[in-house]
């Protein structure tokens, strides 16, 4: 058996199990799918106040895991690195303070670090959708990737001139996108499982 045998047996192994998992879970995904259409719905209807949440949010939880990580170090004083652990935990809490203290200012950051996230979902979406390929619907994956490609160019390219407001926008536009195909796939398979039943 050649190599190129064993990658289409391989390939066609994933494919069986996706589709096995699908069938089984359908309702997942639907109801993930209506969730993130929902929610991407109010990212792109508000979209100033999903990016400063989503500042603040951030900067949140980065306090409080440096509220962690400096708590475990003042209980442990004897552990290695001790400084080291220290000044990281002190730099979460600095980083947290100022995401919470001035949201549109860390916009700008979180737009760039969410332009990032799309072009790496988005090649990722697209490696799904070829494994999928001969499933149904598998070209809502397919376009929900190319469209993380293209809000992640479209991001990079500009991102230092972009409004608060187009982190929310964009953010939203994704999540539906996501949704869409989501819906579709568990819609697809709960057809299905009714003939079978």
Same mark, same amino acid.
């Given at each position: 058996?050649?190599?190129? =045998? =064993?990658?289409?047996? =391989?390939?066609? /192994?994933? @494919? @069986?199990?996706?589709?096995?998992?699908?069938?089984? /879970?359908?309702?997942?995904?639907?109801? *993930?799918?209506?969730? $993130?259409?929902?929610?991407?719905?109010?990212? $792109?209807?508000?979209?100033?106040?999903?990016?400063? $949440?989503?500042? +603040?949010?951030?900067? &949140?939880?980065?306090?409080?895991?440096?509220?962690? @990580?400096?708590?475990? !170090?003042?209980?442990?004083?004897?552990?290695?690195?001790f400084g080291w652990w220290l000044g990281l935990g002190i730099l979460q809490l600095v980083v947290g303070f100022l995401l919470i203290a001035d949201p549109i200012?860390?916009?700008?950051?979180?737009?760039?670090?969410?332009?990032?996230?799309?072009?790496? *979902?988005? !090649?990722?979406? +697209?490696?799904?959708?070829?494994?999928?390929?001969?499933?149904?619907? &598998?070209?809502?994956?397919? $376009?929900?990737?190319i469209t993380a490609l293209v809000l992640a160019s479209i991001m990079l390219a500009f991102w230092s001139d972009i409004p608060q407001w187009l982190l929310g926008?964009?953010?939203?536009?994704?999540?539906?996108?996501?949704?869409?195909?989501?819906?579709?796939?568990?819609?697809? /398979?709960?057809?299905?499982? =009714?003939?079978?039943?």
């Amino acid at each position: 058996m050649s190599n190129t =045998d =064993d990658i289409v047996t =391989d390939l066609k /192994h994933a @494919q @069986q199990q996706i589709l096995a998992y699908m069938q089984a /879970h359908w309702r997942l995904f639907l109801f *993930e799918g209506i969730f $993130f259409i929902l929610l991407g719905f109010c990212a $792109f209807i508000i979209p100033r106040f999903f990016s400063v $949440f989503i500042a +603040i949010f951030l900067g &949140w939880i980065i306090v409080i895991g440096g509220v962690t @990580q400096v708590s475990r !170090v003042l209980f442990l004083p004897k552990i290695p690195g001790f400084g080291w652990w220290l000044g990281l935990g002190i730099l979460q809490l600095v980083v947290g303070f100022l995401l919470i203290a001035d949201p549109i200012a860390g916009v700008l950051t979180l737009t760039l670090m969410l332009a990032l996230f799309f072009a790496v *979902e988005g !090649v990722i979406k +697209i490696y799904m959708a070829w494994m999928m390929r001969p499933l149904p619907h &598998w070209g809502y994956v397919l $376009f929900s990737g190319i469209t993380a490609l293209v809000l992640a160019s479209i991001m990079l390219a500009f991102w230092s001139d972009i409004p608060q407001w187009l982190l929310g926008l964009f953010l939203g536009i994704n999540m539906m996108m996501l949704g869409v195909a989501m819906v579709k796939i568990g819609l697809h /398979h709960n057809d299905r499982a =009714d003939k079978v039943g």
